[in-house]
C-alpha cells in the first residue's frame, strides 16, 4: 500500500510542487494550507508522514508540531519541517517540540525523497 | 511556461497585491503589529516559493525586504514612511522581474541593485552582510542504545564492526557502558558484557 505524506503549507505553489514530486516517487498525498487544517485532515485519513512549513497563519508548524505530540497515537508519527528558515534557535524550538527533522528551502528532490525514506515508518 | 511556473506567478501576484494594500494600511496605522505580521509572512512565502521554482533573484531581493519586516516585527526597527515608499517600489520591482528572473531588462538589472541598496541602508550597517540561508544541510539526530546478547561471539560476530558500519552512516558519538560487569575477578572474556549508547 502507498505511503500517505501530509504536505503542509501557506503557499499554493509549493504545496503543488512537492506533491508532484512525492506523487511521481510513488506516494499518496493530502494537503494543508496551515496547522490547523493540517490537524483536521490528520484525524481524518491515515497519516504515515507530515511534511510542514514553520511560518504560516493561524497554527504555525512548531505549533502544530506540538499538537501532534501531545497525542499518543502520534507519538512516532515522523514530523518533517521543511523551510526556509535556518536559524538555530528556531532548529532547537523544532526539535525540541518534537519534530523529526529540519530540511531548508529550496530543497533538492532526491534529497527531500531520501530523507523521507529514511523516516518513515517501513 | 509550464503550469507549475503559472501557479507560482500567479501565486505571487496575488501575493503582491495583498501587500500593497496592508502596506497602504500601515502607512495609516505603523504600530500595527498584526498588519506587520502578514507583510512579513506573505514576503516569507514570495521567498520560499521562488527559491523552489528557481527564481533566484527573486528570492535574493525579497529575503533583504523581508528581513526588514522581520526585525520591525522584533521591535528593532520602526515603521518609516521612507520605508513603506521603498517597500511599495520594490513591490512594482518585484513585478517586473518574476517575467525576467534573469535581468535581461538593463532597467530591472539597474534597479534591482539599487533598490537592494536602499533596503540594506535601511536596515544598517549591521545588515550589509547578507546571509546566506538558502543553502542548509538538514540534521537529524538518533540516540541508539545497543546493548548485544551476552552470547554474541559465540557465532563469531564482533559487535565493534557493526559501530563501525554506523560510523559510516553519519557523525556518531559512542559512549561504552561497562555496567554489566560487576566484578572484574569473575569477568568472563567470552561473555560480551559491555554496551554502547
Given at each position: 500500500m502507498k505511503k500517505n505524506i501530509l504536505i503542509v503549507d501557506d503557499s499554493e505553489s509549493i504545496r503543488?510542487?512537492?506533491?508532484?514530486?512525492?506523487?511521481?516517487?510513488g506516494f499518496d498525498v493530502i494537503k494543508a494550507v496551515n496547522g490547523k487544517d493540517a490537524f483536521k485532515k490528520l484525524q481524518k485519513a491515515e497519516v504515515d508522514l507530515v511534511l510542514t512549513d514553520l511560518n504560516m497563519p493561524e497554527v504555525d508548524g512548531i505549533m502544530l508540531v506540538k499538537k501532534i505530540r501531545k497525542y499518543d497515537k502520534y507519538k512516532y508519527l515522523p514530523v518533517l519541517i521543511l523551510t526556509t528558515e535556518s536559524e538555530?534557535?528556531?532548529?532547537?524550538?523544532?526539535?525540541?517540540?518534537?519534530?523529526?527533522?529540519?530540511?531548508?528551502?529550496?530543497?533538492?528532490?532526491?534529497?527531500?525523497?531520501?530523507?523521507?525514506?529514511?523516516v518513515i515508518r517501513k | 511556461m509550464s503550469d507549475m511556473n503559472s501557479i507560482y506567478e500567479e501565486e505571487v501576484l496575488e501575493l503582491?497585491?495583498?501587500?500593497?494594500?496592508?502596506?497602504?494600511?500601515?502607512?495609516?496605522?505603523?504600530?500595527d503589529d498584526g498588519l506587520v505580521e502578514d507583510i512579513f509572512r506573505s514576503m516569507h512565502t514570495i521567498k520560499g516559493s521562488s527559491g523552489m521554482f528557481?527564481?533566484?533573484?527573486?528570492?535574493?531581493?525579497?529575503?533583504?525586504?523581508?528581513?526588514i519586516y522581520d526585525?520591525?516585527?522584533?521591535?528593532?526597527?520602526?515603521?518609516?514612511?521612507?520605508?513603506i515608499d521603498v517597500t511599495l517600489t520594490s513591490l512594482d520591482h518585484i513585478?517586473?522581474?518574476?517575467?525576467?528572473?534573469?535581468?535581461?531588462?538593463?532597467?530591472?538589472?539597474?534597479?534591482?541593485?539599487?533598490?537592494?541598496?536602499?533596503?540594506?541602508?535601511?536596515?544598517?550597517?549591521?545588515?550589509?552582510?547578507?546571509?546566506?540561508?538558502?543553502?542548509?544541510?538538514?540534521?537529524?539526530?538518533?540516540?541508539?542504545?545497543?546493548?548485544?546478547?551476552?552470547?554474541?561471539?559465540?557465532?563469531?560476530?564482533?559487535?565493534?564492526?557493526?559501530?563501525?558500519?554506523?560510523?559510516?552512516?553519519?557523525?556518531?558519538?559512542?559512549?561504552?557502558?561497562?555496567?554489566?560487569?560487576?566484578?572484574?575477578?569473575?569477568?568472563?572474556?567470552?561473555?560480551?558484557?559491555?554496551?554502547?549508547?
Open positions: 503543488e510542487l512537492v506533491g508532484i514530486t512525492l506523487i511521481d516517487a538555530t534557535k528556531k532548529r532547537v524550538e523544532a526539535k525540541e517540540s518534537g519534530a523529526t527533522g529540519w530540511i531548508v528551502k529550496p530543497f533538492d528532490k532526491e534529497r527531500l525523497l531520501n530523507i523521507i525514506k529514511k | 503582491l497585491e495583498k501587500l500593497e494594500s496592508s502596506l497602504l494600511l500601515l502607512e495609516i496605522t505603523p504600530n528557481g527564481y533566484d533573484n527573486v528570492a535574493a531581493f525579497v529575503h533583504n525586504l523581508e528581513s526585525q520591525i516585527r522584533e521591535g528593532k526597527l520602526e515603521t518609516t514612511k521612507q520605508l513585478k517586473r522581474i518574476v517575467k525576467d528572473p534573469d535581468l535581461k531588462d538593463e532597467d530591472n538589472d539597474r534597479n534591482q541593485k539599487k533598490l537592494t541598496g536602499q533596503i540594506l541602508s535601511i536596515m544598517g550597517e549591521e545588515a550589509l552582510q547578507v546571509k546566506d540561508d538558502f543553502v542548509e544541510e538538514e540534521i537529524i539526530s538518533y540516540y541508539i542504545s545497543f546493548i548485544p546478547n551476552e552470547d554474541i561471539f559465540d557465532n563469531g560476530t564482533n559487535p565493534l564492526f557493526i559501530l563501525d558500519e554506523l560510523f559510516e552512516l553519519g557523525d556518531c558519538k559512542i559512549f561504552p557502558q561497562f555496567k554489566k560487569i560487576e566484578n572484574i575477578e569473575d569477568f568472563d572474556p567470552t561473555k560480551c558484557l559491555s554496551f554502547c549508547e
